[in-house]
């Protein structure tokens, strides 16, 4: 029952991000590279509905482009993650106890002793700065995440009869891996992508923050909060706006993903934290 | 318990080595010799020469993965690129920050969270614990590093009860020394305890519904005592595995709110050793890293069987 109000506020928030971030493609109400110092730290209202920062930009434009980069950012970051996570739980939990798991498993929990932040640094070190870094940190960073849940899930499933009656029909471990596992432990797999969406959004902030994410001029709400902590005392609006926006961002995920998972499966909920 | 933790320690010391050698690799492929870049482009090649052997570049991959390895393990961390001073002096100044904070922001989330969870799970489907669920909702959401910047516009720029960051040393005093790291320790530790309190709750709810709280509660135990006396404790497996968890995230998440405050810490030390390409402070400051990270899954193994003593025999 409680389900419901979740959904929807989620649904519209992340809706409504979304919206905001492609609409950014064909559309924003200033340039956001033209620099106008005439206009610098206009108060919101009038042309400028959010007001501009200390180099003349439009917030507005600024908040929409920088949606972007995190959405982007977070998104191909799920897909690594996804991508080699979910094959490798799979794998693992097909030849449950054998050296596979076993190598997948401790591949795993060395990831885990790397934290996002770290390999980005790495990354940092080796190649430079720039938005592909943040990319590639988070993604790796959620590999272990999927491998892990799909290998639980799919775990459970291994000891059900119908695949053993799967198995007694001839079918290899491969093929039921991916014809009667993965349709089952799909929901499970959306309402984790939801939540490392969020959690891509929160480390795409950080990242571009300290400077190891996107790389001027391309907007980003991360670089926003560092070029504003220098104005914090005369324009505090310039701080507060992206944090905000990354705030309502990731709510709006958490909110969707707590929703999905009543919607989709109500066994999950009890084990919701 | 002895074998458990036998057991423990190998796995312990197999990631450490498996994560070096990942750490000595990654380090490895980067092109470039910091020997040239240090001395500039006029540099004669006996110059870098010299200067390679100095700081111990030159020999095989393998003599000096064991030589950086053999050094880590003596407390020998090489000598700075670019601060031309031993890493293990430079590490150690900066730890002197990084880590009270860190120590400092997860017994304060700690300190926080379990109360709350334990209060908002014993009120459970109430207006108070819907309360307490909405704010962690929000908690879970906001970046921690923006939160420091909120805490320092409210706390130094308006009310301005303390300066807006910077460290006055150790050498100050205990009392200065805590009072900078105040602000930051908690703008790392609300949104940790938002997540710290879920779980918390809902691990106690969890064990609400076994059999031996209702056994419990029929030998005539009221519900807050059945609920301190037996739910804590077998609540406590999953809140310690998110405390192993935030460990790490705290440690990340100083380095990055070192920024906000001006902090002397490792933070403020690795971003600029990646500016300067300082890699031989990345290269031990990333190992540093992840053997604290490493260390305390360690640790929060051995906590488990201390909590739950079916795991031993596993």
């Known amino acids: 029952m409680s389900a419901r109000p979740n959904l929807i506020a989620g649904g519209v928030i992340s809706g409504a991000v979304l919206t905001l971030a492609a609409l950014s493609l064909v559309w924003v109400p200033h340039d956001v590279t033209a620099l106008n110092i005439a206009e610098r730290l206009r108060p919101p209202g009038g042309p400028y509905l959010l007001g501009t920062d200390q180099l003349g930009r439009d917030m507005l434009a600024m908040l929409m482009v920088g949606a972007r980069s995190s959405i982007a950012v977070a998104l191909v970051a799920v897909g690594i993650g996804m991508g080699a996570g979910v094959p490798l739980g799979l794998m693992a939990a097909a030849t449950r106890g054998g050296w596979l798991d076993e190598i997948v498993m401790r591949m795993n929990d060395l990831i885990f002793a790397f934290p996002a932040l770290v390999i980005a640094i790495l990354i940092t070190a080796i190649l430079g700065p720039s938005a592909l870094n943040a990319i590639l940190a988070i993604g790796i960073f959620n590999i272990p995440v999927f ?54 959004i929160l480390a795409e902030a950080g990242l571009s923050y ?26 505090p609006r310039l701080a507060i706006l992206p944090g905000l926006a990354i705030v309502l961002t990731v709510l709006g995920l958490n909110l969707l993903g707590d929703g999905l998972r009543d919607a989709l499966d109500p066994r999950l909920r009890r084990a919701a934290r | 318990m002895l074998r458990y933790a036998l057991t423990r320690l190998l796995s312990l010391s197999l990631s450490l080595i498996a994560a070096s050698v990942a ?13 040239a870049y240090m001395l500039g482009l006029n540099a004669a090649p006996e110059t870098v020469a010299v200067l390679r052997d100095e700081l111990g570049l030159s020999g095989s991959v393998w003599a000096r993965y064991l030589d950086w390895i053999s050094g880590l393990a003596t407390g020998d961390f090489g000598i700075s690129y670019t601060y031309r001073v031993p890493v293990a002096e430079l590490v150690a100044q900066r730890l002197a920050v990084s880590l009270p904070l860190a120590a400092y922001a997860l017994a304060l989330s700690t300190a926080i969270a379990l109360p709350v969870g334990l209060w908002a799970a014993a009120r459970r489907g109430r207006g108070a614990d819907l309360g307490i669920m909405a704010a962690t909702q929000l908690g879970i959401a906001v970046p921690n590093f923006w939160f420091a910047m909120l805490l320092v516009l409210v706390f130094a720029v308006k009310l301005r009860w303390v300066s807006a960051g910077g460290f006055p040393g150790w050498e100050a005093g205990l009392g200065p020394g805590l009072k900078a790291l105040t602000l ?18 809902s691990a ?27 739910a804590f404790r077998n609540a406590l497996i999953p809140v310690l595995t998110i405390l192993g968890l935030q460990f790490s995230f705290l440690l990340a998440g100083a380095i990055i709110i070192e920024n906000v405050f001006f902090l002397p810490g490792l933070g403020r030390l690795i971003f600029q050793a990646i500016t300067q390409r300082d890699l031989i402070v990345v290269e031990s400051v990333v190992m540093l890293l992840v053997f604290a990270v490493i260390l305390v899954t360690f640790l929060v193994d051995l906590a488990y069987a201390a909590v739950d003593p079916r795991l031993k025999r596993r």
């Open chain 1, 210 to 235: 300290v400077g190891l994410g996107a790389q001027p001029p391309t907007p980003s709400w991360g670089r926003m909060l560092a070029e504003a902590q220098t104005m914090i005392y005369t324009a």
């Open chain 2, 204 to 230: 106690l709810i969890e064990t609400l519904g076994q059999d031996y709280i209702r056994s419990a509660r029929a030998k005539g135990l009221s519900r807050a005592q059945a609920l301190r006396r037996h």
């Open chain 1, 147 to 200: 491998a892990r849940v799909t290998r639980g899930a799919a775990l459970g499933l291994w000891t059900l009869d119908y695949i053993r009656a799967a198995e007694l029909a001839g079918k290899g471990r491969a093929r039921i891996s991916t014809e009667h596992v993965l349709p089952n432990i799909a929901n499970l797999l959306i309402v984790q992508a939801t939540i490392q969406f969020s959690l891509g």
């Open chain 2, 184 to 201: 930051p320790a908690v703008a790392l530790a609300l949104p940790q305890a938002a997540i710290l309190a879920r779980v918390m709750r």
């Open chain 2, 23 to 35: 750490i000595f690799a990654a380090i490895e492929v980067i092109p470039g010799d910091p020997a």
